[in-house]
């Protein structure tokens, strides 16, 4: 069966960081096309980034909101990707979820974790 | 960057009749690289239909999408209980690579 779980969201100080994880299973991890997305409390969804497979370049983008702010990073042999939070701002706290990207020419994200929440406050 | 407007914000309605939630795109979605996605409550985005009028995996063919350029519709015919959620549409733009989401529709018991 085809799991993803995030982990490492909790509570941060404006101006930290925090470093999130999603580790796959269920897949060959290492073909897949990342994504993180985030919804804020009460709110929609917002994508944030997502990454290549190393096959398909291994290239991130980014939404212009966390631009320079976010990085996305993956470790196949962990079967893990992550997400590099810093300058974090309190319109940051939301639950936060990593997807699979069905198929390059499929861009639509067919499995979600069940997402962690971070919490930006002082 | 291109904006999903959906309509209504709530649909209010009985199990048994239908629902038409409509998505319009502010420019025209490339290759119709437009997918719907089911939030219920407490519970992550579930895919349901891709490429404007695909079902996914596993959804029932109660749902249906349609629509083409900025124009996009998603169709639930006999609401069951289960289908009362969040529904959002989302796109993806090629130039630079963004994915982008409508603000929702909620499907409310009536």
């Known amino acids: 069966e085809l799991q993803l779980v995030e982990s490492g969201g909790g509570f941060v100080k404006p101006g930290g960081s925090l470093r999130l994880s999603c580790v796959g299973s269920g897949f060959t991890f290492s073909y897949a096309w990342m994504t993180w997305v985030r919804q804020a409390p009460g709110k929609g969804l917002e994508w944030l980034g997502r990454?290549?497979?190393?096959?398909?370049?291994?290239?991130?983008d980014y939404a212009a909101s966390v631009k320079g702010r976010f990085t996305i990073l993956r470790d196949d042999s962990q079967n893990t990707v992550f997400l590099q939070m810093n300058s974090l701002k309190t319109d940051d706290t939301a639950v936060y979820y990593c997807?699979?990207?069905?198929?390059?020419?499929?861009?639509?994200?067919?499995?979600w974790g069940q997402g962690t929440l971070v919490t930006v406050s002082s | 960057e291109i904006v999903l407007t959906q309509s209504p914000g709530t649909l209010s309605l009985s199990p048994g009749e239908g629902a038409t939630l409509s998505c319009r795109a502010s420019q025209s979605v490339s290759n119709n690289f437009l997918a719907w996605y089911q939030q219920k409550p407490g519970q992550s985005p579930r895919l349901l239909i891709y490429g404007a009028s695909s079902r996914a995996t596993g959804i029932s063919d109660r749902f249906s999408g349609s629509g083409s350029g900025t124009d996009f519709a998603l169709t639930i015919s006999r609401l069951e209980p289960e289908d009362f959620a969040v529904y959002y549409c989302q796109q993806y733009g090629t130039s630079p690579p963004t994915w982008t989401f409508g603000q929702g529709t909620m499907v409310e018991i009536k």
């Open positions: 997807t699979t990207v069905y198929l390059e020419h499929i861009p639509a994200f067919d499995n």
């Open positions: 990454i290549k497979s190393r096959g398909s370049g291994g290239t991130t």
